[in-house]
């Protein structure tokens, strides 16, 4: 765990902004707009690190507005050091957890890792870097680090959009200074673009058989053809 409380001038609003490498979020928590804690505003957190490792990698500021003022991530660390209204969020896609965080920057840490396992693919948390922490004034501030994924991986989102619907596998990119969801052709080019053309028309072909097949199994199938070597790298040959 770092919990580092690092150099204000590390995170000097004066020179920062969001493009295609920053974003900032008031919370990991808290609904912006209804200024409750809940799940979505996890998932959206989540979101934009994939975003950011699809792409060319990037810094997640936790606790600033879009308009750059400081908010702090103080709300948060109440959250997580009270559990009666912790309790609702430490069941993220079905993993209980059954012990309290506590209202501390490792604590902090700990929770934005275990979001990260949780609501994107197995191979997102090699991708997580630094979590650090700077005060500013008597607000503190989180960065996170989201490094870019190979060029032959890609990450994605389990993604649920109502109560009782079930959740969808998404790929996410950064584009300037927002995520986009690829779907269509967007999402094929990119999976062709990381994993080879002859294998797009391998998933073409299993999608025709099976409509309902899911971007995670065909990702899934992906990955474990690269781990038995049926497939290498760009240049993709399917056996």
């Given at each position: 765990m770092s919990g580092n409380v690092i150099s204000v001038n590390v995170f000097d609003k004066a020179e920062i902004k969001e493009?295609?490498?920053?974003?900032?979020?008031?919370?990991?928590?808290?609904?912006p707009v209804s200024q409750k804690p809940g799940f979505r505003q996890m998932m959206t957190i989540a979101e934009t690190l994939a975003a950011f490792i699809n792409a060319e990698g990037g810094m997640?500021?936790?606790?600033?507005?879009?308009?750059?003022?400081?908010?702090?991530?103080?709300?948060?660390?109440?959250?997580?050091?009270?559990?009666?209204?912790?309790?609702?969020?430490?069941s993220v896609r079905g993993n209980d957890e059954s012990f309290t965080y506590g209202g501390t920057n490792d604590k902090y840490e700990?929770?934005?890792?275990?979001?990260?396992?949780?609501?994107?693919s197995a191979n997102a948390s090699e991708y997580l870097g630094a979590v650090n922490f700077a005060k500013m004034g008597s607000k503190t501030v989180c960065r996170i680090e989201a490094k870019p994924c190979r060029p032959d991986d890609c990450v994605y989102a389990?993604?649920?959009?109502g109560p009782g619907?079930?959740?969808?596998?998404?790929?996410?990119?950064?584009?300037?200074?927002?995520?986009?969801?690829?779907?269509?052709?967007?999402?094929?080019?990119?999976?062709?673009?990381?994993?080879?053309?002859?294998l797009?028309?391998?998933?073409?072909?299993?999608?025709?058989?099976?409509?309902?097949?899911?971007?995670?199994?065909?990702?899934?199938?992906?990955?474990?053809m690269l781990a038995e070597k049926v497939i290498t790298g760009a240049a993709v040959t399917v056996t």
């Open positions: 493009d295609q490498k920053t974003e900032f979020k008031t919370s990991i928590f808290v609904d997640l500021y936790v606790g600033i507005g879009d308009d750059k003022s400081i908010r702090g991530i103080e709300d948060d660390l109440r959250v997580l050091a009270n559990q009666s209204a912790d309790v609702a969020l430490h700990l929770k934005v890792r275990a979001i990260v396992k949780a609501c994107l389990y993604c649920k959009y619907k079930p959740e969808v596998a998404e790929i996410f990119r950064r584009f300037g200074n927002q995520k986009r969801k690829l779907e269509g052709a967007e999402r094929d080019d990119f999976i062709k673009q990381r994993y080879g053309h002859s797009l028309a391998r998933m073409t072909t299993m999608r025709t058989v099976d409509p309902k097949v899911s971007t995670e199994a065909l990702l899934d199938g992906i990955r474990g």
